[in-house]
């Protein structure tokens, strides 16, 4: 089934070994740094901690966030003449779905009486048509009309 196992030997291939060449750094000079004075030097302030240390810093004025924009007071006769007209809104779109629901129900009764037409309708031809190949129904003799006609026409 499998093929049988042959020493053969393998081809023996060069393996040639790059290696990346490594990219010198550039050389970079600082840029000079030019001494910026504040415009104002700010006090140094101490403080004596309750073990007797003393820590000092730069005094820091807390941050101060920025005024809010007051904003006007919303009336409830306004709120509530929104909310009437979302409720309105949803009353049209219900009664817009409640049309097209009935318009879809009275198209599917007009089908179903025209379905209903269709098939009583050809269950009464049905009834005509095979009538007359029956052989029931009237029977005439034929002898007395055969005479009737001759001596009629004779």
Known sequence: MYPEQTANPRPVTTVEVHHPTPIP????TPAPL???QPGSIPAVASVV?????????????????EPVAVKPAVSRTAVNVALGGVGF???????????????????FVHQ????????FGG???????????????????????VIKRSHFHG
Do not use: E, H
């Open 123 to 145: 269950w009464i031809a049905a009834q005509v048509l095979t009538t007359s190949r029956r052989s029931g129904g009237t029977t005439v003799n034929i002898r007395k009309a």
């Open 34 to 36: 030019v001494p910026v």
């Open 49 to 65: 901690l309750p073990d007797g240390r003393v820590v000092t810093g730069y005094a820091v004025s807390p941050m101060q966030p």
């Open 112 to 119: 179903l009486i025209v379905l209903a037409a269709v098939i």
């Open 25 to 28: 750094p550039a050389v970079m």
């Open 89 to 107: 809104l949803a009353v049209c779109g219900g009664l817009i779905l409640l049309t097209s629901f009935i318009a879809a129900l009275a198209a």
